[in-house]
């Protein structure tokens, strides 16, 4: 069984600060990409940031020079740090990787999601 457990969520006043983790576990013995969606009230779900294995990374203009994707390869853990946040970063954030195992097809997982909420 392969699972993300992310931990951070919460609420801050607006102008603030909070950091997301997800770590994976589980068979396989890689992980290639690794990223973090949201979704709101009313919206689709969106991409936030991506971060390739080999550290490239990927952000939505709405969050480009206030948030940060990083990974840790040996905790198998990424990582969100989001600075100057605003009321509408308000939404349900989604951990999401791109597992390698030995045998058969790369498996994508999500994690369970996690509420952040910006007040005014």
């Known amino acids: 069984q392969v699972q993300l457990v992310e931990s951070g969520g919460g609420l801050v006043h607006a102008g603030g600060s909070l950091g997301l983790s997800c770590a994976a576990s589980g068979s396989f013995i890689g992980i290639d990409v690794m990223g973090w969606y949201r979704q709101a009230p009313g919206k689709q779900r969106e991409l936030v940031a991506t971060?390739?294995?080999?550290?490239?990374?990927n952000y939505a203009d709405s969050v480009k020079g206030r948030f940060t994707i990083s990974r840790d390869s040996a905790k198998k853990t990424v990582y969100l740090q989001m600075n100057s946040l605003k009321p509408e970063d308000t939404a349900v954030y989604y951990c999401?990787?791109?597992?390698?195992?030995?045998?058969?097809?790369?498996?994508?997982?999500w994690g369970q999601g996690t509420l952040v909420t910006i007040s005014s």
């Open positions: 999401n990787a791109q597992l390698i195992r030995r045998l058969g097809r790369d498996l994508e997982v």
């Open positions: 971060i390739t294995s080999g550290g490239i990374t």
